[in-house]
């Protein structure tokens, strides 16, 4: 085979709720996922060794082991045993440090790419082991639709959704890092500076004392005033997920309000936008108060809601339909909050090949 083509979406967090840092340092996570038509490319091709070239934004980004594509592609080297290169070529959409989970789509994209060109036999669910080995938003960037994700993030259940969802993108020139944004948190509820750690490293640098005092308390309440919004239109056709109920992780994880669930398969972004939580945006509001400038200009632009995305500094706004999500958008580039302004839709698939070239019949 002369080269393959994969595509992997980025993400919102449409709910994040947060727990207190385990011993680990990483905390636990109750998340609802949906991914996002912003895409990242990578076709990988025959070579001696692993290489990468980057096209589009990332262009200051490392191409050595230091690249978490790069990484991904070791890793599955090391895993299947071929003794086979590969050169990569990424063109990265999704912004870098953006809260959107980039650098993982780029992991996943490659674990693909690289799967099919070396044979390498692995199956997805042996792909989704590596895939959390690499981060945690990594096995999400595999599967894309929608999904919730406990644990680290990276313990998936599929989740239906039903309709298509408008997004107005706020993206900033400057991103975040997503451990300071932990960190930040850790600070705000009192948990001790339990997390650190580089992005791929493995795990973050967890305190040398262990878990603080307060790591078996439940997750903070740290959505913003009107995030908490009466009940949605929850049906009774919640198909596989009991809508009515929390749903849990271990007992002290933070748990997902079921409404978000039922919101999701009612199609209805208004009983959406009322269930859109996000309980790392107060920490990624501290470092970056001017976000509070961008949630506002998606108000007054008429959005339904505005949430920051992940561990920021995207803002995602809610649109009715593609003509608001339109009208949101230009009405936002006028306020000049932010470096770009996207339209998106979600959900959309995971890392899928759009392309085998050279392959024999
Ligand atoms: C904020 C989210 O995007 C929400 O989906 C994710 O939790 C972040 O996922 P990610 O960037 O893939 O995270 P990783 O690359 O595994 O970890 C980066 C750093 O984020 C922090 N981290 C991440 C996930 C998690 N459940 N707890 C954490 O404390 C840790 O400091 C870690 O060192
Ligand atoms: N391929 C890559 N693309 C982007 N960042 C990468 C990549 N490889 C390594 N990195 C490092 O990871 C950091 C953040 O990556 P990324 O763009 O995925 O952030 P993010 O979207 O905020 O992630 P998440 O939402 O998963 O927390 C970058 O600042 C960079 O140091």
Redesign the pocket.
């Known amino acids: 085979m002369s080269a393959v083509h994969v595509r992997a979406p980025g993400?919102i967090?449409l709910a994040?709720r947060?727990g207190a840092?385990r011993p680990d340092?990483?905390?636990?996570?109750a998340?609802l996922?949906q991914a996002v038509s912003l895409y990242e490319d990578v076709v990988a091709r025959p070579a001696d060794d692993i290489t990468l070239e980057i096209h589009g934004r990332g262009a200051d980004l490392p191409t050595d082991s230091g690249n978490l594509a790069v990484r991904a592609a070791a890793l599955l080297r090391e895993t299947s045993g071929t003794e086979a290169g590969v050169h990569l070529t990424l063109t990265k959409q999704v912004p870098v440090a953006g809260?959107m989970?980039g650098?993982?789509a780029d992991a996943a994209a490659t674990l693909l790419a690289c799967d099919q060109l070396w044979g390498t036999g692995l199956g997805r669910e042996e792909l989704g082991e590596l895939a959390a080995e690499l981060?945690?938003?990594?096995p999400?960037a595999l599967t894309g639709l929608s999904a919730m994700?406990t644990?680290?993030?990276d313990l998936l259940t599929p989740v239906m959704s039903r309709g298509q969802y408008h997004w107005v993108l706020a993206v900033q020139s400057e991103g975040l890092s997503?451990?300071a944004?932990?960190?930040a948190f850790d600070e705000i509820h009192g948990y001790g500076a339990a997390?650190?750690?580089?992005?791929?490293?493995g795990?973050?640098e967890a305190d040398a004392g262990g878990p603080g005092p307060d790591a078996g308390r439940p997750g903070p309440d740290a959505g913003r005033p009107g995030s908490d919004a009466g009940p949605g239109q929850a049906g009774d056709e919640a198909g596989e997920t009991d809508a009515d109920a929390d749903v849990a992780g271990p007992d002290d994880a933070p748990r997902l309000d079921g409404e978000i669930v039922s919101a999701l398969l009612g199609a209805d972004p208004l009983v959406l936008a009322r269930s859109l939580r996000n309980d790392?945006e107060e920490a990624a509001l501290s470092l970056r108060p001017e976000l509070g400038d961008v949630l506002a200009a998606a108000d007054r632009a008429g959005a339904l809601a505005a949430i920051v995305s992940?561990?920021g500094p995207t803002v995602a706004a809610l649109a009715l339909d593609a003509p608001h999500a339109a009208s949101v958008a230009g009405v936002m580039r006028n306020a000049d909050v932010a470096a770009e302004i996207l339209t998106v839709t979600g959900p959309v698939a995971g890392a899928r090949v759009l392309e085998h070239v050279g392959r024999r019949p």
Do not use: C, I, Q, W
Request: no cysteine; aromatic share 10%.
């Open positions: 993400k967090n994040l947060v840092p340092g990483y905390h636990p996570l998340t996922f809260g989970a650098g993982s981060g945690a938003d990594v999400f994700g644990g680290r993030g997503t451990p944004v932990f960190r997390t650190a750690g580089t992005r791929g490293s795990a973050p790392l992940g561990s």
